[in-house]
């Protein structure tokens, strides 16, 4: 059987968890809806992320379906249980292309575009109207006298690469961010290595930052281990298989790819990695969970990791952003029906 | 007797003409019609304010120019690399300070900054 | 130099075909095997060995999904073009001793030409899309592109000094004795990170990378989806058939049969390929823009100089 193609879209309580799916073999989790059959909703979304929600869910290509988290009657083992869920369900759809789910959002273009204009593509002027139903990107000046265009998306809390959630404003000349504002539903600043996290978190926080890395082999291993520490309290062979993950990842080239990447005071994004690996392994040996040492991944607001990331690459910035162990804030309680 | 270059030429349109066909076989052929929200770029459940064609500031122009350099100084090697054993040693002084030149290129590039965009 | 009588269309367009063919098969199946034993996943050969024809089957029965304003002509076009250049550039590789579909004096020229043209083809492909993380993908594979672009120019100039001619039948036939690998040690090398570059796999995976939500893949679905990768891998046959005919001897080698020598030599190159795109991180284009004109320039330019001292 060749694994089904799933996208997560899932509220930030529930995001880490559906990492451990990566860990399944017939399941792989695809980095955009495009490439899944299946759309696997965790957690609670808000209503501020609705729209959001349901545009994500129109654009998997059909045949598609959908399976709910919360609403899997569980044994003792969730995620197996979610996996069984979404094999049979993407079996059905892809035998009946028929019972493809439905498009939520209404079939309306966001700009009438069709005859406006002198040519008939919505356009107006040199640069104005809306082409072919959305704007152009206009100048802004950029440094060395230049002045370019600046694209400004809003990258959704529904991304592969960033933590489920995470919502931020970027503008971006060329490759490199001018700037960057990250929204949260809640008003409270990030927090991160402050706080004692289960071992089990941290590895899926490794799981999904190898996935980012290219390293998806790996990441699979990671989720792994984050399934076995969260079922069995002791199990002597983890910390001898965690060892030997780590030891493969030194042959990856992780070390040179992360470093010097996102300095601040002196500590890259491979310090930090550094460090929540040294956290996993203590804790695996029997130490109790603590906060990883403030050498690595200290306490950090949006507005200073914004700071930081402005100026840099996108590729750059996605890297900095997921060595830092981002605790979104809990969102809203508003449920999304399903 | 066919020439070989007929022969590359035939092999690489008849890849590029199947390949094709195929495709907009399955545009045509498609049963299901992409909805007006399924078209929205990805971009994590949001939508893009503008279209994504601009004015993209590419930020190693600098490095593309030096890249032509080397290309014209490639366009003298494939000659070169022919007649290389017939000429001896004199071929490789020469080409060597031919590099010599364009490496000293390279290294003020460096110095410029020329090959990092942050 | 062997005279090798030219194939006639119709049997070029064959062999190309079954090259191929054969071989995107069997690189699917490398990548399935790689990710699976690194990830400790199990492996059952069937399951292996059906898996792209089941994934080819689902891919041709899922919805491709058009962007809002995309480049029709070039969201066909590039996928295509990317599969013609890879053809082209398995026309001038001698397959055994006796068949090189098209044996141009200027081989190498020819094969830089489509590689040049590739970079092109892959660019039109995050372009195409109108989406912002393809556009952005597609921009940075190509300062990757222009950098590995020279290395492979070098390391394959370097190993057409010995056979004083650019064709890479005669290529071959200087490795009579010796093997080019043994004698420009730093040209497999390097040309292996060149055809990382060119399939964008592994360290070198710029183009349709996990931290761009798929990068220039971003908006490909169904048969898109399926063709850019049947001409990622009949890319990554290309490079890794010049490989073996460049640098591993192509059809030389005892007791069995060139074709059999250079089939085995190939799939040996798909191989590592294959598991160094799963096992190896990605680095970002910056540092790679740095690390290509700084360290593997003058490497290349090494290369050179043993590759001419060693002819002279």
């Known amino acids: 059987m060749t694994p089904v193609e799933v996208f997560v879209a899932a509220g930030a309580d529930r995001w880490h968890d559906a990492q451990a799916l990566r860990a399944h073999e017939l399941v792989r989790l695809m980095p955009t809806p495009r490439h899944a059959t299946v759309l696997l909703v965790a957690g609670t979304i808000p209503g501020s992320a609705r729209e959001a929600f349901d545009r994500v869910h129109d654009q998997l290509p059909h045949p598609r379906a959908v399976v709910t988290w919360d609403e899997i009657v569980a044994g003792n083992d ?65 440094r060395d006298g230049l002045s370019l ?3 400004e998306l809003r990258l959704g809390p529904f991304l592969g690469q960033l933590p489920g959630g995470l919502v931020a404003d970027v503008a971006l000349q060329g490759e490199v961010i001018q700037s960057i504002e990250f929204a949260c539903a809640g008003s409270a600043p990030f927090v991160t290595g402050d706080r004692a996290v289960p071992v ?75 460090a929540h690996l040294d956290a996993i392994a203590a804790s ?55 | 007797m066919m020439s070989a270059l007929a022969a590359v030429l035939a092999v690489t349109a008849v890849a590029l003409t199947v390949q094709a066909a195929a495709l907009v076989r399955s545009e045509w052929a498609d049963p299901f019609v992409s909805t007006a929200p399924q078209r929205v770029p990805f971009l994590g459940g949001n939508e893009p304010a503008t279209h994504a064609w601009s004015r ?57 900054r020329v090959f990092s965009w942050q | 130099m062997n005279e090798v009588e030219q194939l006639s269309a119709p049997l070029a367009i064959v062999v190309v075909a079954a090259v191929l063919v054969v071989g995107v098969y069997v690189s699917s199946v490398v990548d399935v095997v790689a990710f699976r034993s690194v990830a400790g996943q199990r492996l059952r050969p069937g399951s292996a060995a059906l898996f792209p024809a089941r994934v080819a089957h689902r891919l041709s029965r899922q919805q491709s999904v058009r962007t809002e304003r995309p480049d029709m002509i070039l969201r066909v076009l590039a996928p295509a073009a990317l599969l ?19 044996d141009v004096g200027t081989g190498i020229v020819l094969f830089g030409a489509a590689e040049a043209l590739a970079i092109v083809a892959i660019f039109f492909h995050g372009w195409s899309p109108n989406s912002p993380f393809a556009l952005i993908a597609g921009y940075r594979f190509v300062a990757v592109a222009l950098s590995y672009e020279l290395l492979s120019m070098f390391v394959l100039i370097g190993a057409a000094i010995p056979a004083e001619s650019l064709s890479i039948g005669a290529i071959v036939e200087s490795q009579a004795g010796l093997w080019n690998v043994i004698r420009q040690p730093l040209g497999l090398p390097l040309f292996l990170i060149v055809s990382l570059g060119v399939t964008f796999s592994g360290p070198l995976d710029l183009l349709d990378s996990n931290d761009l939500a798929g990068g220039g893949s971003v908006e490909d679905s169904g048969m898109q989806r399926l063709a850019w990768q049947t001409a990622r891998h009949a890319m990554r046959i290309a490079f ?73």
């Not at chain 1, 700009?111 to 002027?125: A, I, K, L, M, Y």
């Not at chain 3, 740095?290 to 001419?308: D, E, S, T, Y």
Request: glycine share 10%; aromatic share 8%; net charge negative.
């Open chain 1, 78 to 142: 969730v995620v197996d249980a979610v996996a069984s869920e979404i094999v049979g369900r993407a079996d059905r759809v892809m035998a009946d292309p028929s019972t493809s789910s439905p498009g939520r959002l209404a079939d309306e273009e966001p700009n009438d575009w069709r005859g406006v204009g002198p040519f008939g593509q919505g356009g107006e002027g040199m640069m104005g109207g809306t082409p072919y139903g959305r704007a152009m990107a206009m100048t802004a000046d950029d």
């Open chain 3, 240 to 312: 890794a058939a010049c490989a073996a005919a460049v640098f591993l001897g192509g059809w030389h080698g005892p007791v069995l049969p060139g074709g059999l020598w250079m089939a085995l030599k190939t799939f040996a190159v798909i191989a590592l390929l294959g598991f160094l795109d799963v096992f190896v991180a990605r680095i970002s284009a910056e540092r790679f823009v740095r690390v290509a004109w700084g360290v593997l320039l003058p490497l290349a330019f090494l290369n050179l100089l043993i590759a001419g001292v060693g002819a002279l």
């Open chain 3, 84 to 102: 013609g250049l890879a053809a082209a550039a398995v026309t001038v590789i001698p397959l055994s001793p006796g068949i090189v579909v098209a």
């Open chain 2, 56 to 112: 993209f500031h590419v930020r190693y122009y600098p490095m593309t120019l030096v890249f032509v350099a080397f290309e014209m100084e490639m366009m003298f090697m494939y000659p070169w690399a022919v007649v290389f054993i017939e000429e001896g040693a004199t071929a490789l002084v020469e080409m060597g300070m031919f590099l010599t030149i364009l490496g000293v290129g390279v290294v003020y590039a460096y110095k410029e």
């Open chain 1, 200 to 274: 089990a978190r941290r590895l899926l926080w490794l799981s999904h930052a190898l996935h980012v890395q290219g390293l998806d082999a790996f990441a699979v291993g990671a989720a792994r281990l984050a399934r076995r520490s969260a079922r069995l309290d002791d199990d002597p062979g983890l910390a001898r298989d965690f060892a030997s993950l780590r030891r493969r990842m030194r042959w990856t080239g992780l070390r040179s790819a992360l470093r010097s990447v996102g300095d601040r005071d002196g500590l890259d994004t491979w310090a930090r990695w550094s």
């Open chain 1, 149 to 151: 265009d600046r694209l």
């Open chain 1, 284 to 338: 695996l040996d029997g130490a109790d969970s603590r906060p990883v040492s403030a050498d690595g991944s200290m306490p950090i607001t949006a507005a200073e990791l914004a700071e930081m990331i402005t100026g840099l690459t996108l590729t750059d910035a996605v890297t900095t952003i997921i060595g830092f162990d981002i605790d979104v804030p809990a969102m809203t309680t508003t449920a999304v029906e399903t």
